[in-house]
């Protein structure tokens, strides 16, 4: 086992493959820390990977014009050895009405969450729960649980007959390969639960109590236990 230096700091290249390993999952675990994920592709038969996006990682409530132009159009890379991500702005006149329309519906009340880490440079993912929404394909049969359709729910929400929080937007997604996602679920990092459509749909806007601590409960047992445990760590609720 390595030790610190005089700074008190441990260098990771001096490390074993054991204490490596920990560290790794220290830092993975705070990252993930208390995630809701909801399962949206899911590789078949061991054939090709798996897609999760978060739920409860809030980005925004109200649209400004660039907010609107990254969840509409998504952003752009500077330059192909340039990783750093900007905003991109219209191309031709059609992109300009689709925003100005997007903003028109959206801009006072738009719900905006940070799905994962992967295709942040994508436009974002539109999930509700209308089943007869144009374009809306249902993410699991039997779910209720929809996503895409934004051009109908734009005309809806500007019409009135839908809510700007009937939608939720998702900027980015967690893939994983082959087995990366039961591996992860094998490890503990994960606990798979049966989909609850009222909780996924539910907007985590001023909740009386976290989302995951919600989804514990929920479960009963000793999931519910966990989340009493962690509920007494915290002094805001």
Known sequence: MSTANANGRIDPSDLDEESL???????????????????????????????????????????????????????????????????????????????????????????????????????????????????????SRGTGIYQGGLEAAIDGVLSGKYKPLDFRFFVGHTRYAKGQLEDAVTKGKYQPIACSRPLVLKQCIQLPKPLWHEVLEFCGGELKEISKLELTKREDL
């Open 21 to 139: 390993e920990l560290l790794q999952l220290y830092m993975d675990h705070q990252s993930t820390w208390q995630e809701v994920c909801l399962v949206t592709e899911m590789s078949n038969e061991g054939k090709g990977g798996s897609k999760t996006i978060t739920i409860n990682r809030p980005m925004a409530f109200k649209l400004s014009k660039s907010m609107a132009r990254l969840v509409l159009m998504g952003a752009l890379q500077a330059s192909e050895n340039d990783s750093t991500n900007f905003v991109r702005k219209e191309r031709d006149g059609g992109e300009t009405q689709n925003l100005v329309k997007f903003l028109g519906a959206f801009e006072n009340q738009c719900a905006v969450y940070v799905g994962g880490p992967d295709d942040m440079d994508k436009p974002a993912v539109l999930v509700h729960g209308i089943a007869d929404l144009p374009g809306a394909v249902e993410i």
